[in-house]
């Protein structure tokens, strides 16, 4: 699976972005696919995921209420709507799939996209 993010930029506290995600190669609509990111000086962090059949999602505390993360198997994308982005959002924002593993534990996803920064502003 190849994964391409998208959609990242810089944005004004308690603006709006949403994130793209495309999957060639493999079975995309029977993988899991999360959302992570890294802040500087900071490890790769959780922030969502979804089941392959887009029924079941998990959102880390953070982003909670703010974020929304949803998947078009069709079209073999993954999206995540962040809405009212904090200066603390800042953050290199990845999608990384897997063809079993559904949680928050980044070790456990195979496949990576090659990140999209994402600024908020205060």
């Known amino acids: 699976v190849q994964l391409q993010a998208s959609g990242g930029g810089l944005v004004q506290a308690g603006g709006?972005?949403?994130l793209s995600c495309a999957a060639s190669g493999r079975t995309f609509s029977r993988y899991t696919m999360g959302w992570f990111r890294q802040a500087p000086g900071k490890e790769r962090a959780f922030v969502a995921?979804?089941?392959w059949s887009?029924?079941?999602t998990y959102y880390a505390d953070s982003p909670k209420g703010r974020f929304t993360i949803s998947?078009?198997?069709a079209k073999d994308t993954v999206n995540l709507q962040m809405n009212s982005l904090k200066p603390e959002d800042t953050a290199v924002y990845y999608c990384a799939a897997d063809p079993s593993y559904y949680g928050?534990?980044?070790n456990e996803?195979?496949?990576w996209?090659?990140?999209t920064l994402?600024?908020?502003s205060s």
Do not use: F, K
């Open 16 to 18: 709006s972005l949403r």
């Open 49 to 51: 995921a979804i089941r």
């Open 54 to 56: 887009g029924g079941s």
């Open 71 to 73: 998947r078009d198997n």
């Open 104 to 106: 928050p534990d980044p």
């Open 109 to 111: 996803y195979d496949y």
């Open 113 to 115: 996209g090659q990140g």
């Open 118 to 120: 994402v600024t908020v």
